[in-house]
Every structure is written in C-alpha cells, then in structure tokens.
C-alpha cells in the first residue's frame, strides 16, 4: 500500500462512516448482537454522563479511544486546535470549557465529516468553534498560535507521524502542551493485518509501537513527555467493527488469532510540552 | 468562518500569510470567498463558511 492510496482509503472509509453512521474503530452500529452504541463505546473510554449530553446529538460518533484527561485540562481563553476532529464531539466538549473568550478549531481532511461537524455546531448554537477541512500533516495554522492540541485516536491513521508532531510544534505557543490518545502496539502485528487496507482504515494498522510513538514526539522537540494512561484496546470493539469483520472473513483470522491482537494493541493518553 | 480567526490561519503548504476575498458575509461570518496565498499564489475556496485548506499539491 502506498502512502497516497491509504489517505484516499481512510478519507472514503470515515466519509462513509459520516454519512451512513456505520462503525470503525469503535463502531456506532453493531453489525450483530447487542449494540454497542456510540454512547455505550464513549463511557467505556471514560467520558461522563453530563459530558455525552452537552453536546448535540451526531456530533459523537463512538470513534475515538477517549480524550477526557485532555479535556478535563482546559482553561477559560484558550485557544485549542483538535487534530481529526470528525463530527466534532472533543471541539464541542472542548467548547465548553474554553468558554466565549477561548476558541477551539476542529481540522479533518474528510468533507463529509466537517459538514456533519458544522451542521452539530448550529445545532448546539456553539459560537466559539470553528472547523476547517485541512490535512493533519499540513497544518493550515500559523507557528505559535495555539495554545493546546488535542487528538482523539486519529494520528495513527496518518502515513507521516513524524510530520503530525513537527506541525504540532510549529503551531503551538512556547509552553503551549500537546494532549492526545491514541492506538499504538505493544508488539509488531502479523503481516496479514500490518497489509490490510480495512485494518488501516480501523486504526490498527496504521499504529506503531509505543516506544517508536513516544520518541517520533520526543524528536519533534517536545519535552516532559507522560504517558498519562495506558488500557487495552477493547476486543469487543473491535470485533463489533465492521473494519475487523473485514479482517476476519477476508483473512481467515480466527477469533483466537483477534485475541492474541487485543493484547498487542493499547489506548495511551499522552501529554507533551513545547519549551517556553 | 469568523474573520477574526484569519490571524491564525496560513498557506497549508509554504505556511505563509493569506489574503482574504470575501464573496459573502453575514453577521460577521464570511460564508463564500477565498483565500489566497500571499507567496505560492495558490487559491483555497470559503464554501459554507467552511475554508478548505487542503494542500493542493
């Protein structure tokens, strides 16, 4: 797989996923048995009653690994950028705390997903959050403008991370803090699921080891690094994933093969700092 | 998109400032226009009040 056909992959897999609401990593419609919906996935990575309900309905599409600790940081009058920001569900919660004099700007490189992300925002009547429909790894915000980046289990899915964190530096204010979860592997995967198109577009294949996620930020000149949190990936998620159903009826992977995966693959919850 | 968030946008590629044409405006938002790079000259549309500032090359 080439870099440009796996960005025209993860586009058209996630437009797919904002217009018909069908599930990736972390489904928002079960393919079989009980559902596990968007709201079910969101409490499981730790987001609140209260915070679910703020927000407009549509805009949480049950897709991240969960960002509360990055929320739960904000400040009154900062201006935050969101990284893959989707229907809009972290901008808007982020909205909240930044309050009228702080400003949250959602970038996602799939149209579909910032119309869904605009037409949430007129729902809610949001005044303090703004999208643009740009690309991760070229950042369309000038050097030091941003006081915090937040990301929900969306760098995995660029072919260039060492590019998302450069551009996160270049963005940030001195002592700016970059807040992200994501997916990365304790262990390499198989080959059969590294090569796979569908398990790219999940947010499997397209994580890299821990050790190699935390040093690519570490090399972007970040300083006090901390994994904050670290949890197993959830099987039931995955296997309620129309990306992971792929996985196992095109390649023959047997549920004991899938379970040996969950326990490669984690959700860490990583903060770093831009030196003053 | 609100025009005061102009500051803070840039050339997704060559990271340079943007000139603004706005085609449409309402209450302070610019709905239609265009940005347009102020060093590489190329064009990113306003549609919707959303900019598309996907690199273009």
Redesign the interface.
Known sequence: MDKKNIKKNVRDGYAKIATQKTSCCGSAKSCNGAPHTAIDISKRVGYTDEELNMVPQGANLGLGCGNPTALASLKKGE?VLDLGSGAGFDCFLAANKVGNTG?V?GVD?T?EM??SA?ENAEKGGYKNV??????IE??????E??DVIISNCVINLSTDKKRVFDEAY?VLKPGGRIMVSDIVLLKELPDHIKNSVAAYVGCISGAIKKDVYLKTIKESGFHDIQVMEETVFPLELMANDSAAHEIIDKMNVTTQKLKNIENMVVSIKVKAVKTK | MKKELIDILCCPTCKNNLTLQTEKEENGEILTGKFTCKKCKVSYPIEDGIPDLLPRT
């Open positions: 201006m400003k700007i490189m149209p910032i119309d605009r703004e999208f643009r429909l740009g690309e070229n950042l369309p915000a000038a050097d403008s941003v270049r």
